[in-house]
């Protein structure tokens, strides 16, 4: 069983910036995938930023603005958003998938960008 907490979530101005953790309860080098995705009320959950195989893969919304990091020695990832938009606006979710092809989420962390 794997857990992910995310933090760094707050109200911001537009044009602001934020960087949202993800801790996990192990050893991040075992995953499959990571990455963010986020859900605005009456929305469906949408990738925000996704690594697999190497790969990094940025939603359209989000590119320039926002960067992946991580630091495997803390098992944790990031999320760096600069030039907020209110569209930004939503709760934001970890998401990982083990070596098993379980996928686990965390409880996500509530962002609100004012205009």
């Known amino acids: 069983q794997v857990h992910v907490v995310e933090s760094g979530g707050a109200l911001v101005q537009a044009g602001g910036s934020l960087r949202l953790s993800c801790a996990a309860s192990t050893s991040i080098l075992s995953f499959l995938a990571m990455g963010w995705f986020r859900q605005a009320p009456g929305n469906q959950r949408e990738l925000v930023v996704r690594?697999?195989?190497?790969?990094?893969q940025y939603g359209d919304p989000v590119k320039g603005r926002f960067t992946f990091s991580r630091d495997n020695a803390k098992n944790t990832i990031y999320l760096q958003m600069n030039s907020l938009k209110p569209e930004d606006t939503g709760v934001y979710y970890c998401?990982?998938?083990?070596?098993?092809?379980?996928?686990?989420w965390g409880q996500g962390t509530q962002v609100t960008v004012s205009s």
């Open positions: 690594i697999s195989g190497g790969s990094l």
């Open positions: 998401n990982v998938i083990d070596k098993d092809y379980m996928n686990y």
